[in-house]
């Protein structure tokens, strides 16, 4: 089963949509149209494959990850998402939305950040472009992803913290959505996600199954799993898009507390129907986790659906997991991975030689990006660790 | 909703104090024609800062949309009431049915455009918004599934106070009153007697949210609320 084009709606099964005030409707058409025009315009297409190798520094490679593998007892190989300019997979969707919205003739950028990888990707691409960028960040991200807030400073884009709500990626979010429905006309929301209205889940996904068609050619056979975190999804999205129609098992991997595809309920958020976490009442709860881009409370419409045919299996892990997971990997091969890809990782370290995960399955994990932005919180835990 | 006169709406979150329903009567008798009752929800990404923090506030005080329900159950006023809400709220199994026990007469949900009006349950009249940004033909099918009023959105941007009234607020309200019969209110960003009176020029009437908000969050009881929605009436008539 491929993952497919949503319908005209935008809906993948019974989520998706476009729940979205009326102002923003023509905005979120006129993005479909231009998205739908560009992705089947092979001009647009080798643009994008030139960026996407001369900046972005794809292909990436895999990487059989062998001590981990001997310690886990199953065969794992990673795609090195981390390797890429900016160090996140994040910068192949802001490439590729900052060059639509150059050929929508906008004038600048607009994007959310959590752990403010996408909000760097989205400061590069807009550098890179030539269009300014402001990035909404929730204050508690702020605080502890400075070292992202600076670059995202550096690369000349404007970051204005989000002191609503729970001062995180969703109230940065719904103030992206509230400044976007102010400047339609010039900006262009660059969402970072599978989430929000049609057709930015299925937008998002197309620029990032980069990661999974390139996987796929590259992985000789078909793995038994391909496992990714799972945040809003994005990163899950590209990867499933590669492998979707093949035998391997799906594994989503979110955060205990920001586990929108495990314990959330039908809802609506940012735009899509999908699964939320939330009160009895309806209430949107607040999702904790030590990696900030996990840090949502749900998850993107194509991931609810895909749940809900057992196309895909998510699963919760919780901090402590993650960062174990990512220390396990520091030493067995020298790669400190962000704590997003960490859970992932967790997930594997947990279930291998289970019934889960069989010992001697091959496994292919995304690690979506690099460590670096994590090492003042790593510092913080292992002093906390030590005290 | 049909009055002689131009049609005053003023706004009011539920459960934002204790005693919020007193606010009802008190903006009724200072001349509201029906009164628009909020339902607070976790992210209002249409809201400007000051419905932001009145919706913190009330969920803060343990607000859910049982208790506003209930307590506009126990309220006797005689004017129309009408809920806003955001969609997560509006699409859950029974809350139209829940409105209506209720006495509420309309349904705003400004995440909810026409495409998925589906998901609202029959028996309570959905008024849609229109925007500037929306195009004419699209205008005429949202005002034809419009129901009780048309909300026509005076500008592009979220809800808040502003120095003056927008000229896209009389653009769209003139091109909406060439499109239906049924009444069209202008709302967002009318926060002094001056723009309710230029928007009915055209329009029929107005709706007033974060001015009466603001006045409540910094302690404005219901006889100083009444008093400022008098000034808006005078105004309009």
């Not at chain 2, 809800?159 to 653009?171: F, M, N, V, W």
Request: overall charge negative.
């Amino acid at each position: 089963m491929p993952m497919r084009t949503p319908t005209q709606k935008g809906r993948f099964g019974e989520y998706g949509g476009r729940w979205v005030p009326e102002s923003l409707v023509p905005a979120c058409l006129e993005v479909a149209d231009a998205f739908e025009k560009a992705w089947v315009d092979p001009g647009f297409r080798e643009q994008l494959q030139t960026m996407l190798a001369r900046h972005v520094g794809r292909p990436t490679p895999l990487t059989p990850a062998e001590r981990l593998s001997a310690e886990l007892g199953v065969s794992v190989v990673l795609k090195r998402e981390d390797l890429t300019h900016t160090g996140s997979h994040k910068i192949n969707n802001a490439v590729g939305q900052a060059l639509l919205a150059r050929r929508m003739g906008k004038q600048r950028l607009i994007a959310e950040t959590g752990a403010g990888m996408h909000g760097v990707a989205t400061a590069t691409a807009g550098a890179l472009l030539d269009l300014p960028v402001t990035v909404f960040m929730g204050e508690q991200d702020v605080e502890r992803q400075s070292h992202n807030v600076f670059r995202m400073r550096y690369l000349g884009a404007e970051v204005v913290p989000v002191r609503s709500g729970s001062r995180t990626l969703k109230d940065a979010t719904s103030e992206a959505m509230r400044h976007w429905v102010s400047s339609t006309e010039e900006a262009h929301y660059c969402l970072g996600s599978v989430v929000g209205p049609h057709p930015y889940p299925w937008m998002v996904r197309e620029f990032q199954r980069v990661i999974g068609d390139e996987a796929r050619e590259q992985y000789a056979a078909t793995p038994d799993f391909v496992v990714a975190c799972v945040g809003g999804g994005s990163n899950a999205a590209g990867t499933f898009a590669g492998f979707a129609d093949t035998s391997a098992r799906l594994v989503g991997v979110e955060a205990i507390g920001g586990s929108g595809a495990t314990f959330g309920q039908a809802g609506v958020l940012h735009g899509s129907r999908s699964l939320f976490l939330q009160d009895e009442h309806g209430q949107i709860l607040e999702a904790h986790s030590i990696a900030a881009g996990l840090d949502y409370p749900g998850v993107g419409p194509e991931h609810a659906h895909l749940r809900d045919l057992g196309r895909a299996q998510y699963v919760a892990v919780n901090d402590e997991a993650a960062v174990a997971a990512a220390s396990q990997l520091a030493r067995t091969e020298g790669i400190i991975p962000a704590l997003e890809s960490a859970h992932a990782l967790a997930w594997v370290a947990e279930a291998a030689g289970t019934p889960d995960l069989p010992a001697g399955s091959t496994v292919l994990l995304t690690l979506s990006g690099r460590g670096d932005k994590d090492i003042a919180t790593l510092i913080a835990r292992s002093e906390e660790s030590r005290a | 909703m049909k009055t002689d006169r131009k049609i005053l709406m003023p706004y009011i979150t539920g459960g934002v104090t204790p005693q919020w329903t007193d606010y009802l009567p008190a903006m009724a008798e200072a001349g509201a024609d029906a009164i628009e009752v909020g339902i607070p929800f976790s992210d209002p990404t249409l809201d400007g800062v000051t419905i932001q923090e009145a919706s913190n506030v009330s969920l803060a005080n343990g607000t859910t949309p049982q208790s506003v329900l209930n307590e506009l159950s126990e309220t006797t006023v005689d004017v129309p009431i009408i809920v806003s809400t955001y969609a997560n709220l509006a699409v859950r199994k029974g809350f139209c049915a829940d409105l209506k026990a209720a006495g509420v007469e309309g349904l705003i949900v400004p995440d909810l455009p026409l495409e998925e009006m589906p998901a609202i349950e029959e028996g309570i009249d959905l008024a849609l918004l229109v925007s500037p940004a929306t195009p004419p033909e699209r205008a005429q099918e949202i005002v034809a599934r419009s129901r009780g009023f048309v909300y026509a959105v005076s500008s592009m941007s979220t809800t808040g106070e502003r120095d003056h009234l927008p000229a896209s607020a009389i653009d769209l309200a003139t091109r909406l009153k060439d499109a239906t019969g049924l009444p069209v209110l202008v709302g967002f960003g009318i926060s002094q007697p001056a723009h309710a009176a230029e928007a009915a020029r055209v329009a029929d009437g107005v709706i007033v949210g974060a001015a009466i908000m603001r006045r409540v969050l910094d302690g404005a009881g219901p006889a100083r609320v009444g008093e400022y929605v008098a000034t808006l009436r005078a105004a309009l008539d």
